[in-house]
């Protein structure tokens, strides 16, 4: 009986030590397997073998961010390709550097290579950032949320950090378009200014100084700066037709910006001609003739016209991006 006891732990050992070894060969090819294709190319590209395969199926101890997106021009995904710039920037940045490991990797799945991979999580739009733990199934915050957090790679990299303890310092490409840019316009200023050394009254200006400067608050008041900081979409193509207005407080598109500076530039003429119905900033003799009086009743009553509706949408754009602000003017 001691003898059958013996045996049996035996063979218990035995199976279960070839079942470790197996699933830790099993482990470590895939690793190698991964190692291997992220050094063709950072982003390794998931069809639904593969996403079973190094994604689903353990034995895993790594982690793996995927980004689930719409490529083909037939989708009209604008945002998919800004956002796959930013997400390869960051693959690129984890794959040089010098913290490189095997515990994190990057993957993508196209919507028309792997239509069975966004039914099997349930996904029913694009882009999405998921993070795969090496342990246990994805969480609600291993989805990236783009309207809190941004788009840009450095909020990419925050957000990976986050769920991964893993650091990425993100190294962008050189991109000398400003530069030139910029010597491009000091060449013309200063040729310009060469040309009329000998007349230079116009510096002096002050209408169009002034101009100048409210130009200037409607580009900043508009959010250009955060344009040019976050670097979002145009706009944004859906099943539904194009959005033009961001529908989070935390986002904006490019045409968002100049429509809310159009707004607000109309509601500066309309208060602009109001002021001047009522005689200027001056406050210069008005003359008192019946046909100056109707003339100036009239550039009031449109100036306040033009006030009242182009705040209004203004408005209206603020309550659609704040949800729950409870006031409206003439539109809603």
Known sequence: MKYKVLLCFTVFLVYYGGEAQTRTKGLDEKVQQLTDLTAKKSIISLNLSKFKEYVKSPPR??????????????????????????????????????????????????FDEGSDIFQMLRLNTAPVIMHFPAKGKPKPADSMDFERAGIHAEA??????????????????????????????????????????????????????????????????????????????????????????????????????????????AVVIGMILMIEAAGGVKNTEVSRTQTEGKRRRFQSVVGLVVVCVFFSLLLSVFRAKTQGYPYSFLFK
Not at 82 to 110: C, Q, T, W
Not at 218 to 225: I, L
């Open 61 to 110: 101890d790594y982690s793996f961010i995927v980004m689930f997106t719409a490529m083909a021009p037939s989708r009209r995904c604008t945002i998919c390709q800004h956002v796959y710039e930013e997400y390869l920037i960051v693959a690129n940045s984890f794959r040089f550097a010098p913290s490189y490991n095997n515990k994190l990797f990057f993957g993508m799945v196209d």
């Open 156 to 265: 990419i990299a925050k957000w990976i950090q986050d769920r991964t303890d893993v650091q990425i310092r993100v190294f962008r490409p050189p991109n000398y378009s400003g530069a030139v840019a910029f010597f491009m316009l000091f060449t013309l200023v200063a040729g310009f200014l060469y040309l009329r050394r000998n007349n230079l009254e116009f510096l002096y200006n002050k209408q169009m100084w002034a101009v100048a400067a409210v130009f200037f608050c409607f580009a900043m008041v508009s959010g250009q700066m955060w344009n040019q900081i976050r670097g979002p979409p145009f706009y944004h193509r859906t099943k539904n037709g194009p959005v033009y207005i961001n529908g989070g407080s935390h986002g904006q598109f490019v045409l968002e910006s100049y429509i809310v500076a159009i707004l607000n530039c």
